[in-house]
């Protein structure tokens, strides 16, 4: 009985030891590559060592890679390429200012007002200040003092002449200028014709004009041209 007792206990402890764990299982059914060699079938050999160690040094730059291009990602990072290219020349550009504002209210004089100021919308036919209630104190103070004709004699009136003197001037209105890599200023232009309120710039030589800004109730325009 005893030595029947004594093999069946050690062929018992034989299979035991011969059924592979879970682990084992798993390991050895994965496709991930080296994980069988770190739980293999039988002892523990130094092999099974060296393949642990690799997988975990792989394992720890993927996590490391990956947590670097997530932070990157997280950055919002963006390429702006831009090409400079030099030219020797280029057309002068059409550009057309048209003001709302075409007369400088400070330069209005007392003859201004008596033959246009109908035509600005400051006077009535009757040369009186419509809805003065409606205007801004400074400007009425302004107009009841331009618009005072007691015993005024009127002087000649020139429509040229009050254009070029009472609208906006391109000194006033040029802050910087820039051509061809040279500065250039309001003296590098000139009044060409006055026809309607706006102000153009024309290409040199060509005489025509590219754009156009028109209104119905505009008097006179101011067309510039460069000096090349």
Same mark, same amino acid.
């Given at each position: 009985?005893?030595?029947? *007792?004594? @093999?069946?206990?050690?062929?018992?402890?034989?299979?035991?030891?011969?059924?592979?764990?879970?682990?084992?299982?798993?390991?050895?059914?994965?496709?991930?590559?080296?994980?069988?060699?770190?739980?293999? %079938?039988?002892?523990?050999?130094?092999?099974?060592?060296?393949?642990?160690?690799?997988?975990?040094?792989?394992?720890?730059?993927?996590?490391?890679?990956?947590? *670097?291009?997530?932070? %990157?990602?997280?950055?919002?990072?963006?390429?702006?390429? #831009?090409?400079?290219?030099?030219?020797?020349?280029?057309?002068?550009?059409?550009?057309?200012?048209?003001?709302?504002?075409?007369?400088?209210?400070?330069?209005?004089?007392?003859?201004?007002?008596?033959?246009?100021?109908?035509?600005?919308?400051?006077?009535?036919?009757?040369?009186?200040?419509? *809805?003065?209630?409606?205007?801004?104190?400074?400007?009425?103070?302004?107009?009841?003092?331009?618009?005072?004709?007691?015993?005024?004699?009127?002087?000649?009136?020139?429509?040229?002449?009050?254009?070029?003197? #009472?609208?906006?001037?391109?000194?006033?209105?040029?802050?910087? @200028?820039?051509?061809?890599?040279?500065? @250039?200023?309001?003296?590098?232009?000139?009044?060409?014709?006055?026809?309607?309120?706006?102000?153009?710039?024309?290409?040199?030589?060509?005489?025509?004009?590219?754009?156009?800004?028109?209104?119905?109730?505009?008097?006179?325009?101011?067309?510039?041209?460069?000096?090349?």
């Amino acid at each position: 009985m005893d030595l029947k *007792e004594s @093999c069946g206990s050690e062929g018992s402890h034989e299979s035991s030891s011969q059924h592979p764990s879970s682990w084992q299982a798993f390991s050895h059914t994965s496709t991930l590559h080296g994980l069988r060699f770190i739980f293999p %079938y039988g002892r523990p050999t130094p092999r099974r060592l060296l393949w642990a160690a690799a997988l975990l040094a792989c394992l720890g730059l993927l996590a490391l890679e990956s947590a *670097e291009r997530l932070a %990157y990602f997280l950055s919002y990072p963006h390429v702006t390429s #831009v090409d400079a290219v030099m030219s020797g020349s280029l057309v002068f550009p059409a550009v057309t200012v048209c003001n709302l504002n075409a007369y400088r209210f400070s330069r209005l004089s007392r003859n201004d007002l008596y033959h246009a100021g109908e035509l600005l919308a400051l006077l009535d036919v009757h040369l009186r200040i419509p *809805e003065p209630q409606l205007a801004e104190p400074h400007v009425m103070a302004f107009l009841t003092d331009k618009a005072n004709f007691t015993a005024y004699r009127p002087k000649p009136f020139s429509m040229r002449e009050f254009t070029e003197r #009472v609208g906006h001037d391109l000194k006033e209105m040029m802050l910087y @200028c820039r051509y061809q890599g040279q500065e @250039c200023s309001h003296k590098d232009f000139k009044i060409v014709s006055l026809l309607i309120v706006s102000l153009s710039l024309l290409r040199s030589g060509t005489g025509q004009i590219c754009r156009y800004c028109s209104a119905v109730e505009s008097l006179t325009q101011k067309v510039l041209s460069v000096k090349c």
